[in-house]
């Protein structure tokens, strides 16, 4: 099955700096969750999107879902050590979950 | 808090050797999970479960087979062990309701295939 396209595969940032990944699909999704892996560790679910143009924010971290549910993103403000990890979005597709293959963000002190 | 334990957290077999990977949950979710997590791939489902003696092919379940006998347990089995199926192995379980649920994870099994 096809994976839900996730880019960059891998960002560097500065601590301090902002961080954004998206995740693109070519069929309307009915919903899209997104999960964070810290390295050494198993994905821990983050948020679901269900709505079209969805914004949802926990703390420095923003959620968005697309007006035409095609594509999403999340948004870090101000990044700090601790949000080191991979970052998946995940969608729900014939009854499976699809997971997009991860942003890898490295933060440099 | 959700608890899923995989068995081993590190395991080491040989080719041709037949291997099993055990998953227990403690939440009485209805649906469970395994997937392979290798580099550069992301998370790949292998095989899915809704229900007791219930199992669905994920996206590459060639070369594994699972078992539901119990809700609260999900065998992921490698019938022939080859290299290929070096990986890390991730258990994942969650309730059944009407849309997607969110996933809970063990810790995963690293399986080395010598």
């Known amino acids: 099955g096809q994976q839900v396209m996730q880019i960059p595969q891998y960002q560097h940032v500065q601590e301090g700096e902002d961080f954004t990944t998206y995740c693109n699909s070519s069929?309307?999704?009915?919903?899209i969750q997104w999960y964070k892996q810290r390295p050494g560790g198993h994905p821990v679910f983050l948020i679901q999107?269900?709505?079209?143009?969805e914004v949802k924010k926990q703390k420095r971290l923003t959620f968005q879902f697309g007006e035409a549910k095609k594509n999403s993103s999340l948004h870090i403000t101000a990044t700090q050590t601790t949000d080191v990890g991979t970052y998946f979005c995940?969608?729900?597709?014939?009854?499976?979950?699809?997971f997009g293959k991860g942003t890898r963000l490295h933060i440099l002190p | 808090d959700v608890k899923v334990t995989q068995s081993s957290r590190y395991l080491v077999k040989r080719t041709g050797e037949k291997v099993f990977l055990e998953c227990v949950q403690d939440?009485?979710?209805?649906?469970m999970f395994w997937y392979r997590q290798d580099p550069g791939l992301g998370l790949r489902l292998i095989y899915f479960?809704?229900?007791?003696?219930?199992?669905e092919k994920g996206d590459i379940p060639e070369g594994y087979s699972v078992s539901r006998e119990k809700k609260e347990r999900f065998s992921l089995i490698l019938e022939s062990a080859s290299t290929n199926q070096t990986s890390m192995y991730l258990c994942?379980?969650?309730?059944?309701?009407?849309?997607?649920?969110?996933?809970?994870f063990g810790d995963g099994t690293r399986l080395s295939i010598l």
């Open positions: 999107l269900v709505k079209s143009g």
């Open positions: 939440m009485d979710h209805e649906n």
């Open positions: 994942a379980s969650s309730f059944w309701a009407e849309g997607n649920q969110p996933q809970h």
């Open positions: 479960s809704y229900d007791v003696k219930m199992k």
């Open positions: 069929t309307t999704l009915s919903n």
């Open positions: 995940a969608e729900e597709r014939d009854d499976k979950i699809i």
